[in-house]
Nanobody, 117 residues
């Protein structure tokens, strides 16, 4: 079965950086749009960034210029480089794989990112 495993979360000071990774297995990785979502306490889950099979990217306005999504199809892994982190970035970050053409998607277990001084 499809499995998505996130890693790289943790505690970081404001202005710091983290790189999240999402390793996929049990899927034809190259045909999926991959995304990162986050959910903060008291907030709805929101899209952070997405990357299509053709490497087209989309970002939430709140992270543009600070975060970068990328994928390595050979390693079946998606990354989220997060720079200039702020307290409002504190959330659980989830990896998503979306086979849009047939309305099938999968979620990872989430990884906690905490930005605090």
């Amino acid at each position: 079965q499809v499995q998505l495993v996130e890693s790289g979360g943790g505690l970081v000071q404001p202005g710091g950086s983290l790189r999240l990774s999402c390793a996929a297995s049990g899927m034809f990785f190259t045909i999926y749009t991959m995304g990162w979502y986050r959910q903060a306490p008291g907030k709805q889950r929101e899209l952070v960034a997405r990357i299509t099979p053709s490497n087209t990217t989309n970002y939430a306005d709140s992270v543009k210029g600070r975060f970068t999504i990328s994928r390595d199809n050979a390693k079946k892994t998606v990354y989220l480089q997060m720079n200039s982190l702020q307290p409002e970035d504190t959330a659980v970050y989830f990896c998503n794989a979306d086979r849009i053409a047939i309305s099938r998607d999968y979620w990872g277990q989430g990884t906690q990112v905490t930005v605090s001084s």
